[in-house]
């Protein structure tokens, strides 16, 4: 019998607990031997919880135990978890988390001291929640130089653009229903500003490319100017209007961003609505694999975090630690991406034909036109646009 422990008792502690319990036999099988929740440490009283007799307020207490193997952090932040997570490692512990935030920033730190002191470090829950994609990217395609990972990578945004979408909805109206459905934070900065999706990227693009990039350097454009108007004319060309966070390997280094796109209605990404995530990934052999799944949620999260235990519990003779690539890695430039532009602008049919020949303009129920460019970077589409009234310039995936 071996012991973990939970670290925070919130949406995703308390899912790990019931999934754990739930699939108690299967989870032993995983791992090669049966599992035991030992401590859940908490900051607060829950005499109702039927877990009471295992919480405990003071870390030393997990730390001390040598019968604890495994540490699940899901306190999220960079705070109390990071001290934690180093805490265990430096004890002995493996550690498994679902914090993006703490990954995307100390991963690479956390991973090193991991390797140092023969633990696993793995967090599977941290990108796509419920969606199994580390494994995939780092295992089952082990075969390919990864040339691209892409994807919708927040839940709450994917809702409120498929409510502005399929009902009409202004940005306001949609975060407001997401708040009260229980989708987005009272503070809703992290995910309509695009951060989250930022951590995400920085981690897809650390474990894809063979640097570890900082979340800081990466362009992060969020939601907040997305108008209905927008989507009211991505739907009129064939669009749909996504946040992607992007990393792409390229000559000059791994460019990676965050910003909405139009995408093709015939794209795969196209159909993914609600707080549903997809991640697509291209590799040099297997081509383009698309992985797709509930983003979040506390049983979905669960599901990677509890078989992420299971996995650590496996391998304690041969710890598993991704590859989080070499320190220092730079961001190219994402001006220099050729694509195809999104332009909305106030604008008569001549005006845009005289700037972009052959380009059809279509015009909004208001009077606004929308249409598609051909491919060109960044600077050429400012300056193109720089002669319209430009209110929207996005890209489009291609
Ligand atoms: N929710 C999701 O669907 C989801 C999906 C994927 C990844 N994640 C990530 O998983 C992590 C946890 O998310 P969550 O949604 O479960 O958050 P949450 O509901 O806010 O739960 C976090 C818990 O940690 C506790 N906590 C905070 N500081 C602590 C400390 N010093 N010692 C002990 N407990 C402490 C909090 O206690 P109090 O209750 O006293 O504040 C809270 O119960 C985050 O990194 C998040 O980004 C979440």
């Known amino acids: 019998m071996i012991k973990y422990a939970i670290l925070g008792f919130g949406t995703v502690g308390r899912g790990v607990a019931e ?9 032993a099988a995983a791992a090669g031997e049966a599992l ?21 307020r003071d870390f030393s207490v997990i730390e001390r135990d040598p019968d604890v193997a495994v540490v699940a952090e899901v306190i999220g932040g960079v705070g109390a978890a990071y001290d934690y997570s180093r805490r265990a490692i430096l004890a002995g512990k493996s550690v498994v988390s679902s914090n993006k935030e703490l990954v995307a920033t100390h991963g690479l730190e956390l991973a090193a001291l991991a390797k140092e002191h ?5 967090f599977e829950g941290s990108v796509g929640g419920g969606i ?14 990864i040339d691209e990972v892409y994807g919708i990578l927040n839940g709450t945004t994917n809702y409120i653009l498929t409510a502005m979408d399929e009902k009409g909805q202004d940005f306001a109206q949609a975060l407001r229903k997401a708040q009260e459905l229980g989708y987005a934070e009272a503070d809703p900065t992290a995910d309509v500003e695009g951060i989250d999706a930022c951590r995400k990227t920085a981690i897809l693009a650390d474990l894809s490319f063979g640097h570890n ?3 800081a350097d990466i362009p992060t454009t969020g939601i907040t100017t997305v108008a209905a108007v927008d989507l009211e004319l991505a739907r009129t060309l064939g669009y749909t209007v996504k946040l992607l966070g992007r990393a792409k390997r390229t000559e000059n280094g791994c460019l990676a961003f965050v910003q909405p796109h139009l995408v093709p209605l015939s794209h795969n990404l196209a159909s993914v609505n609600g707080v549903m995530n997809a991640c697509a990934i291209r590799g040099s052999a297997v081509g383009e694999v698309v992985l797709c799944g ?19 519990v496996r391998h304690r003779a041969d710890p598993v630690v991704p590859d989080m690539g070499a320190p220092g890695g730079t961001v190219a430039a994402e001006s220099a991406l050729v694509s195809p532009w999104y332009v909305r602008a106030d604008a008569a049919p001549e005006a845009v034909e005289a700037l972009f020949s052959g380009v059809k303009p279509v015009y909004s129920t208001t009077g606004e036109c929308g249409f598609i460019t051909g491919p060109m ?12 009234d430009g209110r ?3 890209r489009v995936l291609a």
């Open 36 to 56: 035991e929740l030992g401590y859940i440490l908490v900051r607060r009283d829950m005499p109702d919880s039927p877990w009471k007799d295992r919480m405990v």
């Open 377 to 388: 970077d960044r600077l050429a589409a400012e300056k193109l646009l720089a002669g319209l």
């Open 213 to 215: 990039l900082d979340p």
């Open 392 to 394: 929207a310039l996005w």
């Open 294 to 312: 509930p983003g979040a949620g506390s049983h979905p999260t669960a599901s990677a975090v509890s078989a992420d235990i299971a996995d650590a």
């Open 19 to 27: 999934v754990m319990a739930g699939q108690k036999e299967k989870l």
């Open 118 to 122: 023969g633990v696993s470090y793995l």
């Open 132 to 145: 199994p994609l580390l494994r995939p990217l780092c295992r089952c395609l082990a075969a390919n130089r």
